[in-house]
């Protein structure tokens, strides 16, 4: 796919999207299924239950963390439930989309931190290999109370 015209995409971060290893290979819809469950279970266990030993069945051994506000690894996401449930014992995340494709699975999420809180708005990107989560990336933004378009972040 070739970047457009004036875009910071350059054709390296083009290549092989879809898959990790850059190499296009086709995915059974049946392990695209399985991604989105291992996904779903384990953001209710960990985000929303913030019960870390249910969380870790679906952690690989190796878990690469790319949110520059967690620690890495899968004692970082245990440390980063611990934070959550010392912080934001009450936060709750609906799914809002869920996408497969390849390895990847990618989260539409509405978080309340706390309740009464305007939601965040998160975009989750989780790669799996063998069915086990083993990296993450994440952006989310504070959703406004009005936005200029008129129209919901979700």
């Keep these: 796919m070739p970047p457009l015209p004036g875009s910071a995409i350059s ?16 995915v059974p819809a049946s392990q695209l299924a399985a991604n989105k469950q291992t996904v779903l279970a384990f953001y209710d266990a960990g985000l929303n239950r913030k019960d870390f030993a249910a969380a870790r069945q679906y952690l690989g051994d190796k878990y690469v963390q790319h949110n520059p506000n ?22 709750h995340s609906d799914i809002v989309r869920v996408f497969a494709e390849g390895d990847f699975v990618i989260l539409h999420v509405r978080k309340v931190p706390h309740p009464g809180d305007l939601p965040i708005a998160i975009v989750d990107i989780f790669r799996l290999e063998k069915g086990k989560i083993v990296e993450h990336w994440d952006v989310s933004q504070q959703t406004p109370a009005k936005t200029v378009s008129g129209n919901s972040m979700f």
């Design 11 to 26: 054709a390296a971060a083009t290549e092989g999207l879809g898959t990790s290893s850059g190499a296009a290979s086709a």
């Design 70 to 91: 967690a620690a890495d690894g899968v004692d970082g996401f245990g440390k980063f439930l611990e934070f959550l449930r010392k912080n934001q014992p009450e936060s």
